[in-house]
């Protein structure tokens, strides 16, 4: 089964005739694959997510996810997918344990009480599961998230932007456990990122969007090859700065 699909998909903030936050965007994506959305500030990636997600409605365009057509039917879909953004806050007050047992009850997921203790584990949080969200790290917050993220066992898991404000150490270890996660459970990810080098290490494919379109689509050896680059970082400079007129 193809876990997305997105056909002529077009997102319109004004009146009809102002420029469109996405426009015309069509791709599928494999099963079991990592994708990488990539794009400037302002170039629709967020927005397209949040239409991915169902938080807001299409101007015009298909979304299917896992065979289900999002727009009309999104509750039957919204069970098997889950996302994690650092610009989504959890309720700080409840702790860990407590917000897990929330987004566990809103999915419904079955031996909930095991399965919170098993996410806790595999994220490293037994140690933190009595703490309050609002009292956590940067770091810490993004694990939590992240448990959030996996509390239903998605099939399809988006991620916008998994490793903003982590140090280093922190945002290689997210890296290496989503990579895991995808490699032990099959599921598909597709990622918002702008760091290139964690592009290049975890995504199998990268759509490249600019001002609303899609502007590339290529494994990141692929597009370094094409444009004759080394770096993942040196095409997303040529490719932002083929459309730039003013900074967004
Ligand atoms: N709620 C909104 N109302 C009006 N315009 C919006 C709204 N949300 C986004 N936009 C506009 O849509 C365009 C795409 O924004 P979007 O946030 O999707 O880009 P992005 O690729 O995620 O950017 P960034 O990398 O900066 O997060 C921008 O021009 C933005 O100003």
Redesign the pocket.
Known sequence: MIPLRVTDLVKR?GPPGTPA?VDELSFTIAPGSITALL??????????ISMLLGLLTPTSGQIEVLGIDMVRNRYAALPRLNFSSPYVELPFRLTVRQNLAVYGRLYNVPRLKERIDEVLEDLSLTALRDRPLGSLSAGQKTRAGLAKALINQPELLLLDEPTASLDPDTGDWVRTYLAQFQAKTGATLLL?S?NMGEVERLADRVLM?RA?KLVDDDTPAGLIARYGRTTLEEVFLDIARAGRTEP?
């Open positions: 903030f936050a794009g400037g500030n302002g170039a629709g990636k967020t927005t397209t918002a702008h969007m609303g967004a």
